[in-house]
C-alpha cells in the first residue's frame, strides 16, 4: 500500500522509550500524510479508537491497546518565509531535536530552550513541550491536521489550538486529530531565556559572557545531559509528573511550613510548585519496586529498569501520586499519556 504500512498484532516495545513490552492491535505507519483518508477508512481502522504516535517519549503504555496506533513517518522541511521572522512549515514525522539543530545552523532564534527533547515535531504542540522558561506554544503559528470526526484536513492557528501549560485542544480531544505538518514562525533575533534552572551558571562554567542561541542550545545540553538519564540507557520518558499549580494562599501556607520548597509565583496569583522537591521530600526520589523505579537522578523520572510492564509503572505513579498528596495536600498529575491504565 503506497504511502503506508499496515501490521497486525504489532509490537511496539520498540516504539515507546520506557521500554514496555506492549502490542497494537494494528499498527500503520504514515510515509505520506495524503494517504491518512484512505488509510483511516478502512473498516478494521475505524472500528476502534486511534492512538497517534511520533517516537512515543511521551507516553506510558499501561496495557496493550485495542485498536489503531497511527505512527507518523513523514519527512520535509520548507521555508515559505525568510525575513526577520521566517516562516516553516515541518512535516509531523521529522524529529524535534533535529529540527531544533537545523534551525540553529541556519541562525533562527527561539527554540534553543528546547533542545533535546526526544519525540517528533508532530507530537510538540499536542503537549505543548516546554523546557528551561520556554514553551513551543510561543512558536508555532498554526497546526495542520486530518480531523477524524468531521473527515478533512483543518488548519488551527495558535488561538484555535488552545495551548496551556503541558496541554492543547489536540491533547483535550485524544483520537480526534492526526497532526500532518505544524508551521513555526521564528525569528532571526529575540531576548535570550537565561533566568530558569542553571543557565546562566552553565554559560559561566562554559567561559560565555555573550550568549548567542547556539551558546544556550550547549548550555541546555550540558544541563539535561546531566541531570535526566538517558532513554537510550534506562528506558524513561523524561519529565513523568506536571509541576502542579496551586491557588496563592495554599502556596503561601505550603512555603511557610516548609521553607526549603521550590515554587514559582505566577502572573495570575497562583503558585507553581516544583514536582521534583515535593516527590524527593515524600521518599520517593531513588525508590524502585520490582524493574519499576523514580530516577536517582531526577525525581520527575519514571524508570523501567529492565522488563516492568506497562502496569507495574503505572502502579508505581500512582503510589507516588498517592505519597504526595497525603503529604502535602497537592495531587500530582502525569505528564505523559497514558494508554490502557485498568
Known amino acids: 500500500m503506497g504511502g503506508y504500512a499496515l501490521i497486525e498484532d504489532a509490537p511496539l516495545l520498540h516504539r515507546n522509550t520506557l521500554r514496555v513490552a506492549a502490542r497494537a492491535k494494528l499498527l500503520a505507519e504514515v510515509r505520506d500524510a495524503a494517504k491518512l483518508p484512505e488509510l483511516l477508512d478502512f473498516p478494521a481502522v475505524r472500528a476502534g479508537p486511534l492512538l497517534v504516535l511520533g517516537e512515543g517519549s511521551n507516553l506510558l503504555l499501561a496495557g496493550d491497546f485495542d485498536g489503531t496506533v497511527v505512527a507518523m513517518a513523514t ?8 525575513g526577520d521572522v521566517a516562516r516553516i512549515a515541518v512535516a509531523a514525522g521529522e524529529r524535534w531535536d533535529d ?3 537545523w534551525t540553529l545552523g541556519r541562525g533562527y532564534a527561539g527554540l534553543e530552550n528546547l533542545i533535546l527533547i526526544p519525540g517528533t515535531v508532530g507530537a510538540a504542540p499536542i503537549q505543548n513541550i516546554g523546557a528551561y522558561g520556554t514553551e513551543v506554544a510561543e512558536f508555532v503559528e498554526s497546526v495542520e491536521a486530518w480531523d477524524v470526526r468531521e473527515r478533512r484536513v483543518v488548519s488551527l492557528d495558535n488561538a484555535a489550538c488552545a495551548f496551556a501549560y503541558r496541554d492543547s485542544a ?14 513555526f514562525a521564528l525569528p532571526r533575533a529575540r531576548g535570550l531565556r537565561l533566568d530558569y534552572a542553571g ?5 559561566a562554567r562554559m567561559g560565555v559572557d555573550r550568549p548567542a542561541p547556539f551558546h544556550v542550545a550547549e548550555a541546555v545540553v550540558h544541563l539535561r545531559t546531566r541531570k535526566l538519564p538517558d532513554p537510550a540507557v534506562i ?13 496563592a494562599a495554599q502556596g503561601e501556607a505550603l512555603k511557610q511550613a516548609h521553607p526549603g520548597l521550590v515554587a ?8 507553581k510548585l516544583s514536582a521534583a522537591w515535593l516527590i524527593e521530600a515524600a521518599g520517593f526520589k531513588g525508590h ?7 530516577s536517582n ?9 529492565g522488563r516492568a510492564s506497562g502496569a507495574e509503572l503505572w502502579a508505581l505513579a500512582q503510589a507516588v501520586i498517592a505519597g504526595v498528596e497525603a503529604k502535602f495536600g497537592v495531587r500530582l498529575e502525569p505528564e505523559p499519556v497514558v494508554v490502557g491504565a485498568r
Open 75 to 82: 519527512r520535509g522541511v520548507q521555508v515559505e518565509q525568510d
Open 99 to 101: 529540527f531544533v539543530r
Open 170 to 183: 489536540f491533547k483535550r480531544a485524544p483520537g480526534r486529530y492526526v497532526v500532518t505538518a505544524v508551521r
Open 199 to 203: 543557565i546562566r551558571e552553565e554559560l
Open 235 to 247: 528506558g524513561n520518558a523524561g519529565s513523568f509528573f506536571k509541576n502542579p499549580v496551586v491557588p
Open 264 to 271: 514559582w509565583p505566577g502572573a495570575d496569583g497562583r503558585w
Open 288 to 294: 524502585r519496586e520490582g524493574d519499576a523505579g523514580i
Open 297 to 305: 537522578r531526577h525525581a520527575l523520572v519514571l524508570v523501567n529498569h
